[in-house]
């Protein structure tokens, strides 16, 4: 590991340590720099913090940085070089603002830490062995096509974004861990893409408004796909779920919004001896007291 940190110093020549597998830059001048692309094909876990130029001068290495941003992909995937070792990325707190096509560099990354930024949008990760990204503490809004951009994610952390709704997660199949707390959620039917996820374990969305409403913890579990249910481990918002929340969610399976676009009323499916009836029910804005749908015989 070789550590290199602070600016204002002398410049620092990275070729001499060829075989070096991971390297931490914090609060660097890029100018300083020399022989980064030396140490590229070799290269395991890069850590770069505090880092005030563009992130494209890391990743596109020599005189080619500036291609990112004025290329197209095909130019840089022809004219820079791959990171074809590195699977570890830790790019938190840079003032990233733009995910360019520079990171389409990183063909064999597993873990993406991008944290503590100020990323807007999600783009350009579609990164076949990324399986582990961290987005938290960015300006995210929208999730929406983030199952298309993605690939095969297993861990999605987005904590601490202004995220209203979970629409563009229902294609991510592989998502076993998913965090979206402190968001701005406010609706159950906000989050209804979580139904087509099976392999979830572990979700979380501790301080989101809806958290706050009467049968939250049941409507959502409600929601969730019956094999992630099946996790004996499972999670909701750090505690596991228990026989009472599963009990009291069969009311609220298959919930959905009304369609009359009436933000006070929901509409949620009901299993009778006859088959199945709609019940509509004043939503958890109103002051009417819990809902328990009746069964019309």
Request: charged share 25%.
């Amino acid at each position: 590991e070789v550590v290199v940190g602070s600016r204002g110093g002398f410049p620092f020549d990275l070729s001499f340590f060829k075989t070096i597998e991971e390297l931490v830059l914090i609060n660097v001048d890029p100018a300083l720099i020399r022989g980064l692309e030396a140490i590229q094909p070799h290269l395991k876990k890069l850590s770069v913090h505090e880092f005030r130029e563009q992130i494209e001068t890391i990743l596109v290495t020599g005189d080619l940085w500036s291609i990112s941003t004025s290329s197209s992909l095909s130019d840089i995937r022809e004219r820079a070089p791959p990171w074809a070792q590195l699977t570890s990325v830790d790019f938190r707190d840079n003032k990233i603002k733009d995910l360019s096509s520079a990171f389409k560099l990183l063909v064999k990354v597993q873990t993406l830490d991008l944290s503590q930024n100020e990323i807007t949008e999600i783009q350009n990760l579609d990164l076949v062995n990324l399986t582990d990204l961290n987005l938290s503490f960015n300006e995210i809004v929208s999730l929406a096509d983030v199952d298309r951009k993605l690939g095969n994610i297993s861990s999605l952390n987005v904590s601490n974004n202004k995220i209203k709704s979970l629409q563009g997660i229902g294609r991510l199949y592989s998502l076993v861990d998913f965090n979206a707390g402190n968001n701005c959620i406010e609706h159950v039917n906000d989050m209804s893409s979580l139904a087509k996820l099976p392999c979830l374990k572990n979700v979380n969305f501790d301080e989101n408004p809806v958290t706050s409403s009467k049968h939250y913890r049941e409507m959502l579990v409600g929601q969730l796909h019956k094999d992630a249910l099946a996790e004996p481990d499972f999670l909701l918002d750090g505690k596991p779920i228990s026989k009472r929340d599963m009990m009291e969610s069969e009311k609220y399976r298959n919930w959905t919004a009304a369609p009359t676009g009436d933000q006070n009323l929901q509409q949620l499916s009901v299993t009778s001896k006859r088959g199945k009836r709609l019940v509509r029910l004043a939503s958890e804005d109103a002051v009417s007291p819990a809902p328990v749908p009746a069964v019309i015989p």
